[in-house]
């Protein structure tokens, strides 16, 4: 019997979904998949304090959270789109940025057109506009100083160097949740920004 050396590029999802890696189609795509995966997801390589890695999904939730207050008026879809802004990480992991950086072009290629096809499937335009874009960097990066001087070790100091000082964002006390809570979690905020 011989082996079938043919590279698999997909990945079976607990949907049952079978997703090309190569070619993503929105079709393969499911939210509660997304939400499985992200919610196994460590922030920081799992280098965080607590009894629970501090999961992309709860990241996720977050970040759509400071999204919302710093404009309260923003439209439902970039609200979704800060929800899902991580969702690729749910097929190829959370790279931390200087990973990202070192892998190269290649990988936010790969990454991009995986993007594409998740904001397709679920009704968003494939690419953000630069404001929204911004927008949504601006409230990432506030996270990721909340999650760095809460959860990862960093000193005020460090985190301001590193991601600058948050202005205008709500005052939020970060406690890593067990995964099966920040999947829940995330598919409520899906849910309830689904409905609008």
């Known amino acids: ?4 050396r043919t590279a698999r590029a997909w990945q079976r999802m607990l949907s049952g979904r079978r997703l090309d890696l190569l070619d993503p189609s929105p079709l393969d795509i499911e939210i509660e998949d997304i939400a499985h995966g992200l919610s196994r997801q460590a922030r920081w390589n799992g280098q965080t304090r607590g009894e629970w890695a501090f999961s992309v999904a709860q990241h996720c939730v977050v970040v759509e959270q400071i999204l919302a ?3 309260p008026s923003v439209s439902t879809a970039w ?6 802004h991580d969702a690729p990480e749910y097929v190829i ?7 990202k950086a070192a892998v190269g072009l290649d990988y936010r290629t790969f990454e991009g057109r ?3 096809a998740i904001r397709v499937r679920f009704g968003l335009p494939p690419r953000l506009s630069a404001e929204a874009k911004s927008l949504i960097k601006r409230a990432d ?14 000193t005020a100091e460090e985190g301001r160097r590193y991601f600058g000082a948050p ?5 939020l006390h970060l406690r890593p949740l067990p995964p099966e809570r920040a999947k829940a979690s ?3 905020r899906f849910a309830v920004l689904c409905r609008k």
């Open 167 to 171: 202005r205008g964002i709500p005052s």
């Open 79 to 84: 609200r979704l789109s800060a929800l899902l």
């Open 141 to 154: 990066t506030a996270s990721a100083y909340l999650e760095a001087t809460q959860l990862a070790g960093f």
């Open 114 to 116: 995986l993007m594409e």
């Open 186 to 188: 995330f598919l409520e």
């Open 69 to 71: 207050h710093l404009r």
């Open 93 to 99: 992991g959370d790279l931390i940025s200087p990973f």
């Open 1 to 4: 019997m011989t082996a079938d």
